[in-house]
T-cell receptor, first 113, second 112 residues
Framework: ETGVTQSPTHLIKTRGQQVTLRCSSQSGHNTVSWYQQALGQGPQFIFQYYREEENGRGNFPPRFSGLQFPNYSSELNVNALELDDSALYLC????????????FGQGTRLTVV | KQEVTQIPAALSVPEGENLVLNCSFTDSAIYNLQWFRQDPGKGLTSLLLIQSSQREQTSGRLNASLDKSSGRSTLYIAASQPGDSATYLCAVRGNYGQNFVFGPGTRLSVLP
């Protein structure tokens, strides 16, 4: 077990709605990254937070936004949900240095109908 | 833009075989490379992390090698077991970013 926990594990939303996914990073890890994994594909980088500041962003529209809290837990918010947002959303944490191993949570399966 | 490919896309082998999974990346300016395992519908489990200055890493029956100049990494699994059945993902981290770029994965089935 990695110590990275995500909630909820499964979620069904209607197109146009908003959703918030949560991630509790491993103790001592101040960097959190979010990835989207569509069925049958590798994860795609959404963004990363380091000490409560966004520290990099992938090719995702602004309706994907995030937060990191002082305890280094994090949220991913998606507004105006589209059918293509249906995916497994993964959170990863590491101690903030590039040479360190990243640990992933179990993911949140989002289905947009 | 970094691109990562993995060959084969799927592999089915009888129990006990030794096997090799391949990962290729287009930009050799990487900081490190990490191999992950993913069970269906689950998150990623870290297997091995190789820094750009290293040639290989070993953990139990797993051995990963890295040839940065040719843009290749291999994951060697010795004496495969049915419990090894999963999708194996390769991910590279570039020198100027902390995010990973993932390959599409190799789906492995080990038959009893």
């Amino acid at each position: 077990e990695t110590g990275v926990t995500q909630s909820p594990t499964h979620l069904i939303k209607t197109r146009g709605q908003q959703v918030t996914l949560r991630c509790s990073s491993q103790s001592g890890h101040n960097t959190v990254s979010w990835y989207q994994q569509a069925l049958g594909q590798g994860p795609q980088f959404i963004f990363q937070y380091y000490r409560e500041e966004e520290n990099g962003r992938g090719n995702f529209p602004p309706r994907f936004s995030g937060l990191q809290f002082p305890n280094y837990s994090s949220e991913l918010n998606v507004n105006a949900l589209e059918l293509d947002d249906s995916a497994l959303y993964l959170c990863a944490s590491n101690p903030g240095f590039m040479n360190t191993e990243a640990f992933f949570g179990q993911g949140t399966r989002l289905t947009v109908v | 833009k970094q691109e990562v490919t993995q060959i084969p896309a799927a592999l089915s082998v009888p129990e006990g075989e030794n096997l090799v999974l391949n990962c290729s990346f287009t930009d050799s300016a990487i900081y490190n490379l990490q191999w992950f395992r993913q069970d269906p519908g689950k998150g990623l489990t870290s297997l091995l992390l190789i820094q750009s200055s290293q040639r290989e890493q070993t953990s139990g029956r797993l051995n990963a090698s890295l040839d940065k100049s040719s843009g290749r990494s291999t994951l060697y699994i010795a004496a495969s077991q049915p419990g090894d059945s999963a999708t194996y993902l390769c991910a590279v981290r570039g020198n100027y970013g902390q995010n990973f770029v993932f390959g599409p994965g190799t789906r492995l089935s080990v038959l009893p």
